[in-house]
Structures are given as structure tokens and as C-alpha cells.
């Protein structure tokens, strides 16, 4: 009852108060960044605004959790961020847990498809670091390494599906962010199956959006981490026709109610040291996903990234 009354409470809010405000949001890229921001930042940290100190282990076999999307130190990615971060500021707190993160991404990865390590050894005081970061670099490192690894490839793919809705990007986003390149891609594999085609190919792009969100929530029930209504945000504002996420918006998440704006002041300027993948990158090709082996293609490039470019 109370969760009730205040949903009401904060939709009255939302007409009244801010309605007039944000009317007339257009459809820039910036804009559509924005917005996806602050639905992940709901998704993984419960508030609006990325939580650029967060640090928790969650106990899903990915290692330490932490930054705003949930780098992790047991699939690469964190490393990548602690290895780019020390480029931009050598003298950082977190530097020191580069070889241990190495002995880590060269040991085993029996979890999540063989794609994550769960060891701890040598990061005893990660977290406590991680949360008393106070240095803008690293914001500029997360946002940066974002934009490259995982909100770029997101808008790639979306326009080579032929999709038009922000809605839609902001769903491939959350599920790349969830699960990583190779699985988006074998996401959109199986919608596309399932639906004969894409929006580019004339499939209803909310038809063919329900069938992306039916493939995620396939692979959160069979991974079994207990996180299955992460999607039901997404599903209300396609219920609710705002395809193109007119602002201000209610965005549910975990029983919880947020009011996305879409106005957020992030610092997306390319740092001194710009980050690029090694080359070749012939053989990490997303367009074709193997078969079973859906995290095989982001795990070797993450690996190859690590070990070949970033030390």
C-alpha cells in the first residue's frame, strides 16, 4: 500500500512539476546517451546518476563488481579500466592491483559460459580503494572506456538492424551492459529468427523489441542470478507506447520508481591518451556469433586487449 501511494505521490510529481519543463526532447544522440545513462545508472546502482565508486562483490562468480556499469575484475573488462585508468594517471590508488588482475585474466574462467573468474587473491582492499577514489580521471575513465567498449558498438548495432526507437537502444544497451557484446549480438540473432527479419527489413521494431527482451530473459533465467525483473522497466514503457522516451519518464525498476530527465552534465571530451583496441581485430568480428560459444569473441578481445596493448 505505501509502495503504492508513493508511486502516485511521484507520478502527481512528475505531471505536475516537471512536465512543462522537459517537453519537447528531441531525438539527438546525446540526448538518447543521456537517458540510457540514467536507466543503467537505475539498473545497477539503484539512483540516476552513474556511481562512479561503487564497488561490491555480488557473488555472481564475476569477481569485485565496481565503477558505474559494473566493470568487473573477473571478466577482463576490469582490468582493461584499472590498466586505461593508469595511462591517464599513473600514480592512482588502484594501480597496484594490475598484477594481481593479471594473474586473475590469465588463470581460469570456469563461470558464465567459461567467460568469468570468482578469484579474490590479491584484492584484499579493492573495494575499500575503489570507494575512495577522488580523482575526475577516473570518471574520465569509465566514461570513456564505456563509450568505446560497450555504447558504440550498442548504436552500431541498432542502426544495422534498421531500428529507429530510443527505447530500443536503450534496451541493446542494458543487455550489453548485462551479459557483454557476443550475447547482444546473439540476442538480436534470435529475435531476428524469430521474427524473419529486422526493422530494417520491415518486422514491427515493437514486435521485434518484445522478441530481444524474450531472449534476455531467457538467457537471466537460465544464468540464475535471481535478477529477473531487471527487464520490467524496459517492458512498461513499451506497454505504455513511449517508444522514443519523451522526457520525463517513470522508469521502474526492482519495485523501485526513478524520473529519467535525460539531463545529465557528463564530461564525454576524448582524454589526452585515447584508448583503441589492438590491431589486428580481424578475428573478434561480432557479425557472425559461433555457435554455444556466445562470450568466446569478447573474451579473446578483451584478452588480447589486456595482454597485448594495455601493458
Known sequence: MMRRFNLILLTILLVVLIQPVYAGTTATSNDAYNKSVQMLSVCENNQVTPDWNYAENINDNRGITFGAIGFTTGTWDGNILIKYYTKLNPNNTLAKYIPALNAIDAGPHP????????????????????????????????LYLIQEMYWNPTVAAWNRIGANNQLTLAFMYNSNIRFGQDYMESFITGATTQCGGTPGTGVDENTYLRALMAEMDAQIVKEGWGDTDRNDGFKTLLVEGNVNLTTPFIFTEYGDSYIITGDLDLNTTTPSTAFTYPTPVVAFSYLTPVPHAKAVTLTDKFKYTNFIYMD
Open 111 to 142: 563461470y558464465n559460459d567459461e567467460s568469468s573468474s570468482n578469484s579474490m587473491v590479491g584484492l584484499d582492499n579493492f573495494i575499500t580503494d575503489v570507494n575512495s577514489i577522488n580523482d575526475p580521471l577516473w570518471q574520465t575513465a569509465q
